[in-house]
């Protein structure tokens, strides 16, 4: 399912993408850190996606044409690394390292499979997504009525 189960997981995304993009957009090709995902064929970027979808972090991932491997993990972490300095270029890196932190020590797609394993019921995973959403929606509502403290 990997779902963001809340509103902060799915800001938080969006400044990883916003720094992505941007990165990629505005760093010329030759430019780049050397070991960010390369275009593959076809075959190579399905079975990079089913990989993904099976192990998710602990995938191996096909990085060249020639079928090298290596895990998910450092890839992400490589483009972490490329990437943050345009985070915090573009305002984003409280957001950036809250993507981090979601996505690399607790990543919400294994919460869901842990769910799923112990209870074999999407029906129970999604409600521990409406569970962590109305609990940081508690949250954020009592902050906002105590002025923060």
């Not at 809340?6 to 957009?25: D, E, N, Q």
């Not at 490329?82 to 932190?101: D, N, S, T, W």
């Not at 999604?126 to 509502?141: G, I, Y």
Request: contains cysteine.
């Amino acid at each position: 399912m990997d779902a963001q189960p809340t509103i902060s997981h799915t800001v938080a995304l969006g400044g990883f993408v916003r720094a992505l993009i941007t990165y990629l957009r505005e760093t010329p090709v030759q430019e780049r850190v050397s070991g960010l995902p390369q275009t593959l064929n076809s075959w190579f970027e399905k079975e990079n996606h089913y990989q993904a979808s099976r192990c998710g972090l602990d995938a191996a991932f096909v990085f060249d044409n020639e079928g090298n491997t290596c895990s998910l993990r450092s890839v992400l972490q490589t483009v972490i690394d490329a990437i943050r300095p345009v985070a915090e270029e573009l305002g984003q890196a409280g957001y950036f390292e809250l993507f981090c932190e979601h996505v690399v020590k607790d990543p919400c797609y294994a919460r869901q499979r842990a769910i799923y394993k112990q209870t074999n019921s999407l029906r129970k995973v999604t409600e521990s997504l409406v569970a962590e959403l109305a609990a940081e929606a508690a949250e954020s509502c009592y902050t906002v009525l105590d002025g923060g403290r």
